[in-house]
């Protein structure tokens, strides 16, 4: 993989990322690659003014370069405090414990929770008629079935789970299947994200089911069969998936494409990033605002000025996430553009499946199982 930026992502970019979209945007969503767009006039008023606000934001890790938070602060004056979770359920958990705080003025869940949390009423409406960037949003990520017109959300970036094998260590013409990190040579060896729904979704996709899936009987029997995974499970991590190759812990498993090409571009060359043939896991984060946010408008503004194509280009660079915004694309070089690691095949695509909403009463299943998967190793 090309790395897309000149500069190191362990310089420019602060804190890492998961993901998600409804599956009824694939068949938009192959068409993205081929799509044209036009360039918005971004207005800038002049120098900053003096501030004294500060923005709450709530993010994964190594998630918004550097480059990005001092740009919006030297711009509108207006100073970023940068707070991470490690998984969607951490970021949820913590948004609605801490409900009437006003301790985050913006976050970035999946497209699967953003559903979630407006239907419990932990989010705000989004004023569109502050962003005068929205139009540069691929109508294929826009108006998903989890959001009806962006009431509560705008797309950030957008990419995949798939397999990571360190050729180094292991041959990757030999790891092509979510099946193959059950091969017992690799004992001790694998990695898998610290996330219920990606980790029991490619255990579901190996036994044929829908990585979706809101079935009990199905959601054991993936449980059952990740047990069997667990001698050769080294560790979990969703807080940077690439340092575990990077420091040798593990040869192979699971990672998220942005990652991957983070880990080449900080010298891993020989990690192979792939899409596996049971189907690759495909998600999308999103800018909400929580409900009792205290920085609305401050809020606005920094979604706005993510949406201007030289930003969202910047960011798309750094740490190697496909951006739902057209125009930005359009900035690229065709090394990006034509990336297959940050902008899938037609193929892959047509083979993958985005993560959706399985509802409370499935997802406590999950959680139950996944503790005890935790918990018994």
């Known amino acids: 993989m090309t790395r897309l930026s000149s ?39 002049g120098s900053a003014a003096a501030s004294n606000e500060t923005l709450n934001l709530y993010n994964w890790s190594e998630y918004m370069p550097q480059e990005i938070l001092d740009g919006f602060e030297e711009e509108t004056g207006i100073a970023v405090n940068y707070t991470t979770f490690d998984s969607n359920e951490a970021m949820y958990a913590k948004l609605k414990l801490l409900d009437d705080s006003s301790q985050y003025d913006l976050a970035v869940p999946s497209t699967y929770y953003v559903e979630k949390m407006a239907n419990e009423g932990l989010l705000q409406e989004i004023d569109q008629s502050k ?3 929205f139009s540069n949003l691929d109508t294929s990520f826009t108006n998903t079935k989890v959001d009806p017109e962006n009431k509560y959300s705008i797309p950030y970036m957008w990419g995949s789970t798939g397999l990571a094998i360190n050729g180094d260590s292991v041959d990757p013409a030999t790891v092509n299947s979510w099946n193959d990190l059950w091969n017992p040579e690799y ?10 729904r990606e980790v029991f979704g490619m255990a579901l996709l190996t036994l044929g089911y829908s990585g979706n899936s809101s079935d009990p009987d199905e959601i054991k029997a993936a449980y059952d069969k990740l047990t069997t995974l667990m001698p050769n499970v080294k560790t979990f991590n969703s807080d940077a998936t690439r340092m575990p190759y990077i420091e040798g812990e593990t040869a192979l498993g699971m990672t998220w494409n942005g990652e991957a090409v983070m880990a080449n571009d900080e010298g891993l060359t020989s990690l192979v990033y792939k899409y596996p043939s049971e ?28 949406l201007r194509p030289e930003n969202a280009k910047i960011v798309s660079e750094e740490i190697g996430y496909a951006s739902p915004n057209m125009a930005a ?16 095949s037609k193929e892959v695509l047509a083979q993958a499946e985005f993560q959706e909403d399985v509802g409370d009463e499935a997802l406590q299943v999950y959680q139950q199982y996944w503790d005890k998967l935790k918990t018994g190793r």
Request: proline residues 5%.
């Open 131 to 133: 962003l005068s960037n």
């Open 329 to 344: 694309r359009e900035l690229m070089d065709k090394s990006v553009q034509n990336n297959p690691a940050i902008y899938p």
């Open 279 to 306: 189907g690759a896991i495909l998600w999308m984060d999103n800018f909400v605002i929580p409900k009792n946010a205290k920085q609305v408008d401050a809020a606005h503004k920094f979604i706005d000025y993510l």
């Open 7 to 45: 500069e190191s992502a362990a310089k420019n970019v602060i804190r890492p990322a998961t993901k998600v979209m409804p599956k009824v945007l694939l068949t938009a969503a192959i068409g993205f690659a081929l799509a044209s767009c036009s360039n918005s006039d971004n207005a800038v008023d």
């Open 187 to 196: 004992k001790g060896q694998v990695m898998l994200t610290n996330d219920v």
